[in-house]
Structures are given as structure tokens and as C-alpha cells.
């Protein structure tokens, strides 16, 4: 079995809720890959290798403080990210512009 990040995969898990998916209202896979990413990198990463180790950490993130972590993150992600897209859009193709990157991932804005 391959190394596994399970806080990815239950982030992935939880940003599939309706509720967080109004936040962005964009959903092309750059912005929907950005708000992963920024929300993970402000998590604890929890590695798994076997199935039992999967196990546990799932356990682990069925209290609630954990996943209220999970949740808070992935919130200022999409917010973030919904005020500071990165993918081209096409008033800005058409002005020759770019959109801002994400510089500050790791920044202050959380």
C-alpha cells in the first residue's frame, strides 16, 4: 500500500459538502486545486501506510475538534480563493492581464 496523507483525503472528503462549495463560486480545478492545497498546508499532515493505519486516523478525525480544523481551514481557503483566483479569466485574456498569484499561502492571512 502506498504512503497516504489521510487529512488530504478527508479534506477532500469534507470540501464536497454544498454548504463550503458556495463559498467559491468558482469551480474550475485551479481554484478548486488551490483551496486544497492552502487549506492543507495549514493542517497536520496524517500519514498512513496500511489499511489499520487508515483506520485510525479516520477515528482520529471523528472528534470534533479535528474536524472543525478541517472545516475552519478549508472555509478561509475557499474565501481566499474566491477573492483571489488564479486562473485566467477572460476579461483579463482580453486586457492582457494576469491574475495575482497566491503568494501568501503561508502568510498572514489566516
Same mark, same amino acid.
Given at each position: ?21 458556495? *463559498?467559491? %463560486? ?5 481554484? #478548486? ?5 492552502? &487549506? $492543507? ?20 478525525? *471523528?472528534? %470534533? ?5 478541517? #472545516? ?5 481557503? &475557499? $474565501? ?31
Amino acid at each position: 500500500m502506498a504512503v497516504v496523507n489521510m487529512t488530504e483525503v478527508l479534506a477532500r472528503q469534507m470540501w464536497k459538502d454544498p454548504e463550503l462549495q458556495k *463559498l467559491l %463560486p468558482c469551480h474550475c480545478q485551479q481554484c #478548486l486545486d488551490d483551496v486544497l492545497a492552502m &487549506a $492543507l498546508n495549514h493542517l497536520p499532515p496524517r500519514y498512513a501506510t496500511t489499511d489499520e493505519g487508515q483506520l485510525y486516523v479516520q477515528v482520529e478525525y *471523528l472528534r %470534533p475538534q479535528l474536524r472543525s480544523d478541517i #472545516l475552519r481551514e478549508l472555509t478561509q481557503a &475557499a $474565501l481566499w480563493v474566491s477573492s483571489h483566483p488564479r486562473h485566467a479569466s477572460a476579461e483579463s485574456d482580453a486586457a492582457g492581464g494576469d491574475s495575482a498569484p497566491m503568494e501568501s499561502e503561508g502568510g498572514s492571512h489566516t
